[in-house]
């Protein structure tokens, strides 16, 4: 699904009026009717009820007085308080504000302190808020007025619905600065804006509905965006349907190059999410005395033993082996648990500098790479990197809470210049490419919050480019698969729950999303 950030649903708007010669009032009528809509869903009859509608002086207010309008007609009852003077509000917000105080709708400007009082009372006796304070206009901090309608939405503890993004949040960021409104739900108009899928946003935003609000087809698939989310569809037509007569040959093979002294989990994981992604033939190299444990954990997975450093990593001693393996394999996934011995570091660079395979990049190889990242525009595949939010700080230079705040922008900047994909974890992974594409995961939850999972993304990714799927897809699919595995192994209980659990889960996951 694609979304849009507030310039290009600017630039959809301005197509629609300026072009196609859709009145703003019309997509302004639209808007409100679909929230309406909605509200039938929810509480019908609607005219048993009563609505508390808090407008801002622009368009977002404006779909709040098509929505006071309709609700009206239907007998509910409707109280609208405006953050600001009705001289203020100019255009189609004007138009739908003179129509309803024509209709002789209750309106109240919060223009003094007295009129807290009475935001209060209609508020408390309300049995649905509806958040038009502001949309994709809303910038910064809110103000202080603003600020404390906000508190007061959030402490009534009544349903709250939120129009097109509940104010406060920026819609290309998901950042609150100040305050936001927490809503039970968002109906957002057109196409779905970034900043309701990225935290702290989407945790405002509560269920959120996709509306139509009759812009032609036409202008959305014309203009270039960038920004897409993923959902299961998306993943479904991506995932190849296995040959029932597919042997262990057809499905890939895979190399990893993992593990260090008392780092053989990180190993194990990583083959292990490869495997229960699909991958035919998978080969765990790993420091020579890790290899019997190992062999013993993983039935499934060859292992080959490496030269190491007396301190048990992987030694320089290694690189042509792993070189001649990589070109064996149809994709190399190098990192989770080398340690951070700088002989190894300088092997991981000799490698990823000199594999002609596809590579999947993670952890201690991350670090290898901090300083080196001009060898990864050489690769001769894009190489996929998957940073947490720390190994991003570390490659980038930026502290950890800069890399968080602007997560599709940090991992979009970064996989430009390193000629890179670049899947950013978190809560909301974001896959960025150097083109500029980005994706924003939707699946997952906080139980994934432990040691391992990272080293599963990296081999369900591996996993996925050894069966034939390009790295883009390849990651694209994987962090919606690993996420939706998290989510299989929740249903079991969120908090406690292992890498393990997760990974035994991936078949699963993907047997949801496509059938097999
Ligand atoms: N998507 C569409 O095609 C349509 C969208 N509509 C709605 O219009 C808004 C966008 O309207 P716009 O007039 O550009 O801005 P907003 O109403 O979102 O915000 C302006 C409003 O907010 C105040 N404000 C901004 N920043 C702050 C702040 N930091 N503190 C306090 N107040 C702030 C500003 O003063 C204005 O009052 C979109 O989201 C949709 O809801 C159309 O109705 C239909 C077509
Ligand atoms: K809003």
């Known amino acids: ?29 639209n808007a409100g009717v679909a929230v309406v809509r909605h509200l039938e ?17 622009g368009n977002n207010g404006g779909d709040g007085y098509v929505i006071a309008r309709h609700l009206a007609n239907q007998g509910a009852k409707v109280k609208v308080f405006l953050l600001g003077e009705k001289a203020a509000v100019g255009g189609d917000a004007r138009l739908n504000l003179d129509i309803i105080d024509l209709m002789g709708l209750d309106i109240i400007e919060i223009t003094h302190e007295r009129v807290w009082d009475k935001v209060k009372v209609t508020v408390t006796f309300a049995d649905c ?5 502001a949309g994709t206009g809303f910038r910064g901090e809110p103000s202080d007025d603003m600020v404390q309608l906000i508190d007061m939405i959030n402490a009534a503890g009544k349903p709250v619905v939120a129009v097109d993004i509940p104010s406060g949040v920026d819609a290309d960021t998901g950042r609150v600065y100040g305050k936001a409104v927490q809503a039970s739900h968002t109906v957002t108009l057109g196409l779905p804006k970034p900043g309701l899928f990225l935290y702290p946003g989407a945790e405002c935003a509560g269920q959120l509905t996709v509306a139509d609000i009759g812009i032609p087809a036409a202008i959305v698939t014309g203009q270039e965006i960038k920004q897409n989310i993923i959902m299961a569809d998306m993943i479904g037509a991506i995932l190849p349907r296995r040959s029932p007569a597919a042997h262990k040959g057809e499905n890939g093979r895979l190399a990893v190059v993992a593990g260090s002294r008392g780092l053989s989990g990180a190993a194990a994981m990583t ?23 190992l062999a013993v954990k993983l039935t499934e997975v060859m292992t080959r033993p490496l030269a190491e450093t007396s301190a048990g990593a992987v030694a320089q ?36 500098a000199a594999a002609c395979c596809p590579l999947v990049i993670d952890a201690d190889a991350l670090n290898a790479l901090a300083g080196y990242t001009s060898i990864l525009t050489d690769c001769s595949a894009l190489p996929v990197l998957t940073p947490h939010p720390g190994e991003m700080a570390r490659l980038t230079g930026l502290s950890i ?25 978190g809560a909301r992974t974001v896959v960025a490419f150097p083109d500029g594409e980005v994706y924003i995961n939707t699946s997952g939850n906080a139980g994934m919050a432990t040691g391992g999972t990272g080293d599963a993304l990296t081999g369900i990714i591996a996993g996925l480019i050894a069966q034939g799927l390009s790295s883009h897809d390849a990651a694209v699919a994987g962090v919606y698969i690993h996420g939706l595995a998290g ?21 699963a996951a993907m047997y949801g999303i496509k059938g097999y």
């Not at 630039?11 to 072009?19: G, K, L, V």
């Not at 808020?129 to 304070?133: E, F, R, V, W």
């Not at 809470?401 to 974890?425: C, H, M, P, T, Y």
């Open 1 to 29: 699904m694609k979304a849009a950030t507030a310039a290009v649903m600017r630039e959809i708007d301005r197509i629609a009026i300026n072009e196609y010669g859709i009145p703003g009032a019309v997509l302004m009528e």
């Open 41 to 57: 869903t929810m509480l019908a009859p609607l005219s048993e009820r009563k609505f508390c509608i808090l407008a801002g002086k």
């Open 129 to 133: 808020l509806i958040d038009a304070l």
């Open 271 to 293: 083959a292990a999410g490869a495997l229960r992604a699909g991958a035919g033939l998978i080969t765990l190299a790993a420091p020579a005395s890790l290899q019997a444990v």
């Open 317 to 352: 001693a290694a690189v042509q082996e792993i070189i001649g393996l990589a070109s064996a394999s149809d994709v190399l996934a190098i990192g989770p648990g080398l340690g951070c011995e700088e002989e190894t570091r300088a092997l991981v660079r000799a490698v990823v």
């Open 401 to 425: 809470q800069a890399v968080n705040a602007d997560r599709v922008k940090v991992a979009r900047q970064a996989a430009g210049e390193w000629g890179s994909i670049v899947v950013l974890k």
């Open 487 to 507: 989510d299989v192994a929740a249903a079991a209980g969120m908090v406690g729950m292992t890498a393990t659990d997760l990974i035994k889960a991936v078949p």
